[in-house]
């Protein structure tokens, strides 16, 4: 009982203890919480403080992560420039060894081979740029937040008064107390990650300048490994063709094709998407080759509608002949991405890879080429060309690929990178020999005299210098691949590789240039033929319209033919326009596809052919006359030999017809300044080869002299000839009299003019004849000329009369101009007749005769209707007799009757006819 009593008073006392503990709980956070409601904002801000604080250390960790990699790259490029300059050095060190072997060239290749490209560069710095550009702008960051910490009781009064929400005043002490030593420490934290900073900046800099350094030495060390790999032979020996066999092995062996296809393979199951989508293509194409070979029958201009026929179906068919040569191409590219993308290819699959992509733009390229000769191709369909060329030169392409690209696949499976030196020099030369050779032949074949190209180009232009110099040029064609098969088999393989690539790339620019010639003559000639017929259309609507108002039938008026596109027909002045803008781009493309080779060309182009002495910064000095500057004066000669040509044609389409100029003022301004262009070329020609004034000008004065004496016609002429073109007496088209000569004037020279007389005849008048010589023109200010026509009517006939149908006759005619009017005088009394002039205008000189015969035409008429006579001349002759006279006539008379035969006596003359 007692017990029970206590346990319950335990437990009474228990519940009051955690009652009376419960009731301070609540009384103390009664009395708490107002307070932490007080602290809260500046909590919130001293917390922020501290974020910012672990912000920065991290960004310190971080940036000193940043500085070591950054370090640790400069170390890595400057030991990478080292290293390049000992290999380089050592190779120099070699190469000045008279006699070189092939080890000497292998290792040459190796070491060319395992230069970084410049698309590493490129990243690399660009890398560096994106580092250097966030790096600069933290640092800027840093120093801003350095200056704002730079006085930390401004700082601290900043933080407490910018707080959101406003903290009461009361708060500062406890504030103060917590944000200062967490700014100090922020500010030590700007200081050391501004410090980090701008040591990265600098290793970064750094970076980059060794970096451009390296690329630099690269660059040199390309060109110089380049230079060697062309002109150090290996020459080939009996190991050359030892290796034969064992080179045949290795491209030949089962291993080496299982491996490469399992490559291809695993590639394939590892990334199927855009292999399978352009063996897809590649499929589709050939299975539609049929309808795309219709669809270019289609899309030619003789088979479309002439008024819907626009450029972009020349386009669409040069699509479609690039879709018909892409299948085979498209299948080898695929092989080739997926062997070189495949992690564990063997050098096999490597080289193959490379081989591949060579041997499917080459085939691409020919593809292409054979379908745009064919019979149905853009070639003929659009271009126009001659259909039996297209054919014979569309099947001896076929089959010179079907032999030219395998052989060409050997030599780049056992001649580019990843493939066995001795295969390079032994099989891989080999193949490439019998290649070049092979390509010799087809050359040959082609452009031999009885081929059928030739055979055309003799037909057309006979006195071309095309065919003038044939010899010459298919000479060269033929002996530039044999040159190459030669280099390559003396162990110049590096060099004629190099050639051989670079001059099929520039005969497919020259092919890519006559196509591209011939799609834009042929939009000229759309254009220009569908505003012709846009005009015929219009007339023929205002004929339609005059014949409805007339009355008469609109049936009449015929629609204009449709008109047949012919290349052929573009004028001259397009022509010229045309060959000027593809020569210029065709001579870039060149440039572009041979620049990267002039570092090992610079043995050929840097071979001093004389020397010459020039004053350079007013200090004598001899300089060389290269291979270079003598190609390069050829070059700019061509240049200004094709721009003197055509400059006429762009000055034309480009300036003179945007503005109101007389075509002798354009015809003088297109002579002149084909005059400076001459002059500017050969001026630049001759710096070039070093021809400056001061060497020539003792020549010159020579030249002078001797010109005075011997040569002054010439000279004469050629100053006269600038004048002409300066005063302009006589233009183009003008209609001259020189001495006996009546005339057009057809072409202004530098020494002589041609007129082409009225029977066709041209005839050449020196210059000097238009200056110092009476001429007459015609047409110089005024095409107005008058006809002066005399007329003779019998005496006795009415004079009034006569003059006035003789007017009616000349007016009458409708091409004598009524202002001036035409006039009838009556001039003299003459020996058998009353003597009228007649004065006519006409608006041209080619009018002259035409209206002078339809004049006298109509004065006959008029005359015979009238009844007025135009009279004979009329002579009185008077003879007078004498005795003596009478004597010899008697005694000639009896000597001839003595002489005839009897009965056969001549009649005196006193006696009477029968």
Same mark, same amino acid.
């Given at each position: ?20 503990? #419960? ?19 500046? +909590? ?13 250390? +991290? ?28 290999? =380089? ?12 072997? /092939? ?15 410049? $698309? ?37 009064? @900043? ?11 009361? #708060?500062?002490?406890?504030? &103060?107390?917590? !944000? ?15 410090? @980090? ?25 390309? !060109? ?43 590639? =394939? ?29 289609? %899309? ?45 290819? /063997? ?25 745009? @000769? ?12 001659? $259909? ?24 780049? %499976? ?35 005299? /009885?081929?059928? %190209? ?34 390559? +088999? ?24 006559? !196509? ?7 939009? *000229? ?19 339609? &319209? ?5 009355? $008469? ?5 015929? &629609?204009?033919?449709?008109?047949? #596109? ?6 001259? /002045? ?61 070059? *700019? ?12 044609? #762009?000055?034309?389409?480009?300036? =003179? ?67 002409? @073109? ?90 004598? =101009? ?21 004065? +006519? ?74």
């Amino acid at each position: 009982m007692l017990g029970s009593c206590a346990g319950c008073c335990g437990r009474a006392r228990i519940s009051r203890r955690v009652v009376a503990a #419960l009731v301070g709980v609540f009384v103390a956070l009664l009395l708490v919480l107002p307070a932490h409601a007080e602290l809260g904002p500046q +909590a919130d801000v001293v917390r922020s403080i501290r974020t910012e604080n672990a912000r920065l250390a +991290a960004q310190i960790a971080d940036t000193t992560t940043a500085l070591d990699s950054a370090r640790s790259d400069l170390v890595r490029l400057r030991n990478s420039s080292k290293e390049l300059d000992q290999r =380089l050095q050592r190779i120099e060190r070699h190469a000045q060894m008279p006699a070189l072997g /092939q080890v000497f060239a292998q290792t040459v290749i190796e070491q060319l081979s395992g230069l970084p490209g410049a $698309e590493g560069f490129e990243a690399g710095r660009d890398q560096r740029e994106d580092q250097l550009e966030a790096a600069s702008d933290a640092n800027l960051r840093t120093e801003h937040a350095l200056e704002a910490l730079g006085d930390i009781e401004t700082a601290v009064v @900043l933080r407490f008064g910018t707080a959101e929400p406003p903290l009461a005043d009361d #708060l500062w002490p406890r504030f &103060e107390a917590a !944000a200062r030593p967490l700014l100090a420490e922020q500010q030590v934290l700007l200081t050391s990650l501004d410090e @980090l900073q701008g040591q990265l900046l600098k290793a970064l800099q750094a970076s980059d300048a060794a970096a451009l350094e390296l690329a630099r030495r690269t660059q040199a060390a390309r !060109a110089e490994l380049t230079r060697l790999s062309f002109w150090v032979p290996a020459r080939p020996s009996m190991q050359t063709i030892g290796e034969l066999a064992t080179s045949w092995v290795w491209m030949t062996s089962a291993t080496n094709w299982r491996a490469a296809a399992g490559a291809v393979a695993e590639e =394939l199951a590892w990334r199927p998407f855009w292999p399978a989508l352009a063996m897809l293509l590649a499929g589709a194409l050939f299975l539609a080759r049929k309808r795309l070979q219709a669809q270019l029958v289609v %899309l030619a201009p003789g088979a479309t509608n002439f008024g819907r026929y626009w450029i972009g179906y020349t386009l669409t068919a040069l699509v479609i002949t690039i879709a018909l040569a892409l299948p085979g191409p498209l299948l080898l590219a695929t092989a080739a991405k997926l062997l070189a993308a495949a992690p564990d290819a /063997q050098p096999f699959a490597l080289a193959l890879a490379a081989a591949l992509a060579v041997t499917a733009k080459l085939l691409l390229a020919l593809s292409a080429f054979a379908w745009l @000769l064919d019979r149905r191709g853009v070639a003929g369909g659009h271009f126009g060309w001659d $259909e039996s060329l297209l054919g014979f030169t569309g099947h001896a392409l076929q089959r010179f690929s079907m032999v030219f690209v395998p052989l060409m696949l050997v030599v780049a %499976l056992n001649g580019l990178d990843h493939a066995p030196y001795a295969n390079r020099e032994s099989l891989g030369r080999t193949s490439f020999t019998v290649a070049m050779i092979v390509f010799a032949v087809f050359l040959y074949r082609m452009l031999r005299r /009885q081929s059928p %190209l030739i055979q055309r180009l003799y037909a057309r232009a006979p006195r071309s210098w095309a065919v003038r110099l044939y010899a010459l040029w298919c000479s060269a064609a033929v002996a530039l691949p044999l040159a190459i098969a030669a280099l390559s +088999a003396a162990g110049y393989f590096v060099a004629a590789g190099y050639f051989f690539a670079h001059t099929l790339m520039s005969l497919f620019l020259v092919l890519g240039a006559v !196509a591209l010639y011939g799609v834009i003559a042929l939009w *000229v000639q759309v254009e220009r033929q569908r505003l012709r017929r846009h005009q015929a259309l219009e007339a023929m609507r205002l004929a339609r &319209e005059e014949a409805a108002e007339a009355g $008469e039938a609109a049936s009449e008026v015929a &629609e204009p033919p449709p008109t047949r #596109l012919d290349i052929a027909a573009i004028s001259e /002045q397009t022509r010229s326009l045309l060959n000027l803008f593809i020569t210029l781009l065709l001579l870039g493309g060149i440039w572009w596809v041979w620049k990267g080779g002039l570092p090992a060309l610079s043995v050929i182009f840097d071979y001093t052919l004389w020397t010459y002495h020039a004053t350079v910064d007013g200090q004598s000095t001899t300089l060389p006359l290269t291979v270079g500057n003598l190609f390069l004066a050829v070059v *700019v000669g061509v240049v200004t030999a094709v721009a003197v040509r055509n400059v006429g044609a #762009l000055l034309d389409i480009v300036l =003179l017809q945007r503005f109101d100029i007389q075509a002798d003022a354009t015809y003088a301004i297109k002579v002149i300044t084909r005059y400076v262009l001459a002059a500017v070329g050969i001026i630049s020609a001759c710096s070039i080869l070093g021809i400056a004034w001061g060497d020539v000008h003792w020549l010159i004065a020579a030249m002078g002299v001797g010109l005075g004496f011997g040569l002054q016609e010439i000279v004469a002429n050629f100053v006269s000839g600038l004048i002409v @073109l300066a005063e302009r007496p006589i233009r183009i088209g003008d209609i001259v009299t020189v001495g006996d000569v009546t005339g057009t004037v057809a072409r202004i020279r530098a020494r002589a003019t041609a007129v082409l007389d009225f029977d066709g005849k041209e005839i050449i008048i020196p210059n000097k004849a238009f200056i110092t010589g009476s001429v007459v023109n015609w047409t110089l200010s005024n095409q107005t000329t008058r006809l002066l026509l005399k007329v003779g009517v019998a005496y006795g006939s009415d004079i009034a009369l006569v003059q006035r149908v003789l007017l009616e006759a000349v007016q009458g005619n409708t091409d004598v =101009l009524q202002d001036p009017s035409p006039s009838v005088y009556f001039m003299g009394f003459g020996d058998s007749s009353l003597d009228f002039e007649l004065r +006519a205008f006409v608006g041209s000189f080619d009018k002259r005769l035409r209206v002078t015969h339809e004049i006298n035409f109509a004065i006959d008429a008029v005359l015979s209707e009238h009844g007025i006579e135009i009279p004979f001349p009329q002579r009185d002759l008077h003879v007078r007799s004498a005795p003596a006279l009478m004597a010899m006539q008697d005694r000639v008379q009896r000597q001839g009757d003595a002489s005839w035969p009897a009965g056969l006596a001549p009649v005196p003359p006193s006696a009477p006819l029968p």
